[in-house]
């Protein structure tokens, strides 16, 4: 079983990437492989609404030439998707938008990507916004109809600067446990 988490954070290595890494281990921990992958330094353009990813329905964005079909790949070949994103302006960052517009339509067109698959996202925040932005990743995994996996507070570290979150504590904790549900769930579905 394998599990692939996105990074929307601008900082490859911030509060979200941390957060991210701390559901990851406790997934490891339950033998299941992971990957991370950073959306940052990546040039993303949002959906241009052609609506050719109905037309040619092979589970690709006809838009080449950045990350975002091997991003679909990897949600295709994975059992589990993590979103993470920090909070930028009461919502996830562009470059999450993008990727939750771009692989959402292409698969709304070949919905057996992720269908019936495990969900959960991941918010960084400093103050304020983070549910709103934890309600944008949730609604992509809803609408692919995927399971979402919850814990026991929201999926949400709070911190500034690279690395406080892993003083907030309790967000710390969330995401063992979110990490923990994960892989209980997804060994009850895949026996
Ligand atoms: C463009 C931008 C917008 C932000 N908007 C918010 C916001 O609306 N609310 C908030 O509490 N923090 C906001 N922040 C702070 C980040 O959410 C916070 O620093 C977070 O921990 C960054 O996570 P990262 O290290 O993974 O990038 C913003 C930061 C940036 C750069």
């Known amino acids: 079983m394998k599990v692939v988490a996105f990074n929307g954070s601008a900082r490859a290595k911030g ?5 991210l890494n701390v559901v ?7 033998g299941i492989e ?17 609506y050719q990813c109905f037309d040619k329905a092979d589970g690709h964005c006809v838009v ?12 295709r070949a994975a059992d589990g998707i993590l979103l993470g994103s920090p909070t930028y302006f009461s919502d ?17 067109a070949n919905p057996e990507i992720l269908r019936r698959k495990v969900g959960a996202g ?15 990743l949730n609604l992509f995994f809803l609408i692919g ?8 507070y ?13 003083k907030d504590g309790e967000g710390i904790q969330t995401m063992n446990t979110l990490g923990r549900n994960m892989a209980w769930l997804l060994k009850r579905i895949h026996g």
């Not at 509060?15 to 957060?19: D, K, Q, S």
């Not at 992971?34 to 052609?50: D, F, K, N, Q, W």
């Not at 991941?122 to 944008?136: C, D, L, P, T, W």
Request: charge should be negative; glycine fraction near 10%; include cysteine.
């Open 64 to 75: 080449k030439g950045d990350i975002i079909n091997d991003c679909i790949d990897k949600m």
């Open 145 to 152: 109809e995927m399971i979402v996996v919850g814990s026991s």
């Open 92 to 108: 996830v960052t562009a470059g999450m938008k993008a990727l939750i517009e771009r692989s959402g339509m292409t698969t709304r």
């Open 24 to 30: 990851l281990a406790e997934l490891n921990n339950e």
């Open 154 to 166: 929201w999926n949400i570290g709070i911190g500034r600067e690279s690395g406080d979150v892993k």
């Open 122 to 136: 991941v918010v960084a925040v400093r103050r304020a916004g983070a549910m709103h932005a934890f309600n944008s």
């Open 34 to 50: 992971t990957e991370l992958v950073s959306l940052a330094g990546e040039a993303i353009p949002g959906c241009r609404a052609c």
């Open 15 to 19: 509060n979200t990437a941390i957060l």
